[in-house]
């Protein structure tokens, strides 16, 4: 089956430590998305990816970093200067950048201990 | 700034009602508009997607509409079910590579 895949579906997080959230698509496309999700408000860009090797950063990238080593790949983490990181964690990816549909993954609940 | 907002905020029914959801947006120069549904703790899947030249679209008991002269659409779901449940999310791409904007989304509550 082809998809997105986010992992794991639950996390939590203690203070003062870095977690990384998995991604990865097996859809061939080339561009990736990170969204966060707070209740009852829209998703918000965190980080996105066009191309292997280059991402940009989205409207709230403070406190967290990405990396595209694969095209399969867009792994996220959320390091310890976000200092809110309770929320639900999209993943999303699309055939090229040109605004077509978003494919996404079931998403990670992140919560701090 | 782009800009999509969506009402009502939620929306309670009885089963087998028809409703409409609205989006208005502000998003320049446009691409496209797409609806989503997203299910409790789940990722958003799409409905519709509609471009400039598009005034209608359906998949199923889902219809959407689309005015681009006065930037508006609605989503009109007919004849309701309880797995109509959930929150339905309005996005706006402009002619630009990227990016998207989000409505926030309203919450769809079907009641037997």
């Known amino acids: 089956d082809g998809g997105i895949t986010q992992s794991p579906k639950y996390l939590f997080r203690k203070e003062g430590q870095n977690v990384t959230l998995s991604c990865e698509q097996n859809?061939?496309?080339?561009?990736m998305y990170w969204y966060r999700q707070d209740p009852g408000q829209g998703l918000r860009l965190i980080y996105y990816?066009?191309?292997?090797?280059?991402?940009q950063k989205g409207d709230i990238a403070e406190g967290y970093s990405v990396s595209r080593e694969k095209k399969e790949s867009f792994p996220l983490t959320v390091t310890s200067a976000q200092k809110n990181p309770t929320a639900f964690y999209l993943c999303a990816s699309t055939s090229s950048s040109t605004n077509e549909k978003l494919f996404f993954g079931s998403g990670t609940q992140l919560s701090v201990l | 700034k782009n800009q999509v907002e969506q009402s009502p905020q939620s929306l309670i029914i009885l089963e087998g009602k028809n409703c409409t959801l609205q989006c208005n947006y502000t998003v320049s120069p446009f691409s496209n508009l797409r609806w989503y549904k997203q299910d409790t703790g789940r990722g958003p899947v799409s409905l519709t997607i509609m471009t400039f030249s598009e005034n209608t679209k359906s998949n199923g008991r889902y219809t959407a509409t689309l005015d681009a002269d006065t930037k508006q659409s609605s989503l009109h779901i007919t004849a309701s079910q309880l797995s109509d449940s959930a929150s339905y999310i309005c996005v706006v791409s402009a002619r630009s590579a990227g990016k998207s904007t989000f409505g926030d989304g309203t919450t769809l509550t079907v009641k037997p």
């Open positions: 990816s066009q191309i292997v090797n280059d991402f």
């Open positions: 859809l061939n496309h080339d561009a």
